[in-house]
């Protein structure tokens, strides 16, 4: 590849639009083959046209590396395009970054920010947010919704955004100090147990099942419910709860299936006079 003669240089202006149109298109027009491979090359199209503008050749080169397959969590992914764009423009202005270098960034940055960003965003701060937005919707009242949409996307935009131009500036060396040796299992597991610790009080709070059915002996009634709940308190939402983990996790159910079980035992108990 040839030095770009005129040393383009990307504006903020630049980075802005790249930013805007990863955050806009970066779930769209998805399919098995490439994944957000379409999103991520519409991100980076024009700044290849404006880098590369003196050499067609590698324009047409940019847009091939950049169909390839391409998956990662949205949001803490939106590092990745920051990084990439700043090795294209550091490959732009003659240095020693070759395609094989992008390409092979890409994809070892792909898995540990998605493995990230599901553990902190979509399996620990979502489902945070959607208690306490659950909480609020009682009575139907519309708080819960307008709550999650405000904090959800009053934290997202910004994160993304910084992490995008974080991911810029500081080029290939963002991957090695974001994901420090170890750094990627530790911060893991620890939100995996937020997120069970989460879930779990999530599952107590609405999930109800209580028992109807009363043990009576003379003229003394017992309620199976006061004694299930003097054993332990909402035993059976956490039976219910373990139960549906099983069969997904071991017997390898899919959610429909557990759905369409859950509502026939419902429907066969209540029908028995059990709930």
Known sequence: MKKNSDEVKLTKKDLNKAYLRWQFFCLSAQNFERMMALAFTHTVGPILEKLYKDDPEEIKNGLKRHMQFFNTEPQLGTIIPGIVIALEEARAKGQEITEELIVSTKNALMGPFAGLGDSIIVGTYIPILLSIALGMSKGGSPMGAIFYA???????????????MKGYELGLSAAENF????????????LNTIGLIVIGGVSAQFIKAPVALIYKTGEMEVSIQAILDSIMPKMLPLTIVLSVWYLIDKRKWTVGKVFLGLFVLAAVFVFLGIF
């Open 150 to 164: 405000l904090v959800y996307l009053g934290t997202m935009i910004p994160l993304r955004y910084l992490l995008f």
């Open 179 to 190: 994901l420090a040796k170890g750094l990627t299992s530790k911060v893991s597991q620890a």
